[in-house]
Each structure stands twice: as C-alpha cells, then as structure tokens.
C-alpha cells in the first residue's frame, strides 16, 4: 500500500486491515476496515491529519516515505484506532505539534503518555495555516466520544470528519462512488456507533452540510467523492420517519416460537406490511442493525428456558435499549413449556426503547388455531398502527 492523491497535496497514507474481525468486542467486520491517515502538504507546512492503530505504525510510516518534516498532527478524537500512534510519531517527527481541542488533550493524556510541551490546543472554530491550506477545527462532541473535532480546509473543499460518517471495510477503491456496498456499511456502522446519539449530533449534520464540500475524508472506509450521497443517506438516517416495516427478531428452541414469527410475517405481508424476519441465533450484529433505521415496529421473539426469556433474547433486548432505533411499536411473542411469566413480564424490556407496546402474542407448547388468531389480531394492530402514522 502507499499514498493515494485525493486532491493536489492531500493524500490518504492510512492502513487497510482487511482481517480484523470485530471492533469493540461487539461490532462484526465481515469486511475489514480501515485506519484512514491524511497527509495535507501545504506551500510552508505540513500536516498528519489522524494517525492508525499502533500495530500499522509501520505501514503508515512507509507511506510517509520520503516526508521529511511534519509540523502538525492534526488528532480528531482521543480512541486508539486513530489516535494510538501519536506517541511514536511524536518521537519520530520530534518538530512536530499535536493540534487538538482542548477536550480532546485530556482525553489523549488520560489514554497515552504525550507531553504538556508537544501539544498545541486549537479552539472550536479555530483556524491553523499551512500556507495556502488552512485547517479549520469545529468541536463536534458525540460523534461519537465527547471529544470529537471535525477539520474542513476551505481552499481544497475537503471534509475530514474522523468517525463521523464512516463505514468499516476495506475496499481496493478508497473512493466510494456509487457503490452500493460502501452505503450499505455505512448504515450498519452508523445504527452500532452514531444512532444512539443522533438526537444530539443532526446539528452538526447541519454545520457540515453548510460547507462547500468536494470530499469527504471520514478515518475508516471508504472517501466520498460524492459527498451529497452519504450527506442524504445521515439527513434520512438521523431525521427521516420510519418506513412501513416490522422487524421481527426471534430466537425459537423447538421451533414454536419459530412457527410464530413465520405466521406473523405471512400476516403483516397480506395486510401490506413489509417484514424483515431475524433468526436470532448466529445473528451478526449489523445485519440486525442494516434495518433499525428503518422499521417501525420490532416485534421480540422469545422461548422461555431456565425459567427466564432466552438470553438472546434479553441480549437483543439490552441492544435495542442502547441502540434507540427509531420503531415507534413494538410487541411480543413467544411459546413457553410450563412457566408463561416470564414472556408475560417480557413487555418490561420494552418501554425504556421509548415505543408504544402494542400487544403480547403467548402461546404454551406447538401454537394452535387459537394463537395464530391472536397473531392475527396484532397483524391488524400493528397495520392499523403503521396506516395510522401515515406509513401505510
Ligand atoms: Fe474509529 Fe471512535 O474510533
């Protein structure tokens, strides 16, 4: 790998790590990611903008070949991925100055050794030159730490917004394009790290898309050469409604429950209801996540073993809670041998999503006939519901 031209003197120099396979412990990786690192030359000064997960080190500094000085590393955001390497590119530029909020600085000193004396703090709005280029900083908190700045250098139209709108893979092509795939990501990634805040943070959708953009240069996947794109995909993402769809995830022992969340899928698709159906079990994450954005009803589907709901269950449940998907509705259903309670105490899991609970399906052993009427019913309830939000 070596440095790829983005425009005249700005070149992306980061890392591809096509075999990492989950980031945080949580998210999958079905396709890697990227470090991105940007390297801005301009006419007196240069600048690293980010850096990459320290075991890159070395592919970052051989695509910083023949770079004799850098005068600023530019840190967006205190997390490791980005901001690891910092130390020992601060040893191995020893002229060069960190540039970074002032939050960002105590984050970076609580996470990694850097010196009082190498760091320059930059303040919200504020502006650094490097010639014929100038860095410009606006603090950008919860995008997605509380620390997170984001740069834009005017005379280029470039957008460096770190982890805000980015996406993990790691394509041949760093430029996205049309590529379905890259759009795909990037939702999967936005519903794991960026939905929860996003009542906080559209604002800031808001200052970014006052700007003149000609690209946009996020630290993981792919650069955008058609900004508009990912820019209309957040808007819908971080402030459209929800569409006419009920995911239904469910997590069947025997197969009732399984047989369930079949008839409620065949239910809602008569009554013109679109269904994402989710077997729980070996569900990876952002395939749960790629349709959060969009569902207005989540249907939870559980067994009951060792006396409880099925863990994945209360595992999904749990993330839901975190995640904040948009589902304005939401319901129950499930089969039990010999203990129901815990399916009818199932609906506590639900409000702190913030949706209205608008029915609870139990059935005990194989559903009969009367089970898959009353599946029926909350088919009707949840179409009324959807028609009633003007999305049928
Ligand atoms: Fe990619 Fe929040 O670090």
Redesign the pocket.
């Known amino acids: 790998m070596s440095k790829i031209a983005i425009k005249k003197d700005i070149f992306w120099v980061g890392a591809k790590d096509p075999d990492r396979k989950v980031f945080d412990g949580l998210m999958p990786l079905p396709q890697g990611t990227t470090y991105n690192s940007y390297l801005v030359q301009g006419s007196e000064k240069t600048a690293l903008i980010d850096t990459v997960e320290p075991e890159f080190l070395e592919v970052l500094l051989a695509n910083l070949e023949g770079v004799k000085k850098i005068d600023y590393i530019v840190s967006h955001?205190a997390?490791q991925?980005?901001s690891g390497s910092i130390p020992l590119l601060l040893k191995k530029y020893p002229e060069a100055k960190l540039l970074c909020l002032q939050k960002n600085k105590e984050m970076l000193q609580d996470l990694m050794t850097i010196p009082d004396d190498r760091i320059q703090v930059v303040a919200d709005g504020g502006e650094v030159s490097l010639g014929n280029k100038t860095i410009c900083f606006m603090f950008c908190p919860w995008v997605?730490?509380p620390e997170t700045a984001i740069t834009y250098i005017p005379e280029d139209k470039v957008l460096f917004p770190c982890?805000f709108l980015g996406s993990h893979h790691s394509f041949t092509n760093i430029f996205a394009g049309d590529n379905p795939a890259v759009y795909k990501g990037a939702k999967e990634y936005y519903v794991q790290i960026m939905m929860l805040y996003s009542k906080m943070t559209a604002k800031h959708l808001d200052r970014i898309k006052a700007l003149d953009i000609e690209y946009i240069c996020p630290?993981?996947g792919s650069v955008y050469d058609k900004p508009q794109i990912i820019l209309d995909l957040y808007e819908k993402w971080m402030r459209g409604e929800p569409e006419n769809l009920a995911l239904i995830a469910y997590v069947s022992t025997h197969g009732s429950t399984k047989l369930m969340a079949e008839h409620l899928k065949a239910a809602l698709e008569k009554r013109g209801v679109k269904v994402a159906l989710k077997d729980l079990i070996g569900l990876p994450l952002n395939e749960l996540a790629g349709v959060l954005t969009d569902a207005a009803t989540i249907v939870l589907g559980s067994s009951v073993i060792m006396a409880a709901l099925h863990p994945l269950a209360v595992y999904t449940a749990f993330l839901l809670d975190r995640l904040k998907p948009k589902a304005k509705f939401a319901a129950v259903i499930g089969s039990y041998g010999w203990s129901p309670n815990p399916l009818k105490n199932a609906a506590e899991l639900l409000p702190s999503w913030k949706v209205e609970v608008v029915g609870a399906v139990i059935a005990k052993g194989h559903p009969g006939a009367e089970a898959m009427k009353e599946l029926d019913a909350l088919a009707d309830t949840i179409a009324a519901k959807h028609r009633a939000a003007g999305l049928l």
Request: hydrophobic share 10%.
């Open positions: 955001h997390e991925d980005h997605h730490w982890d630290s993981h």
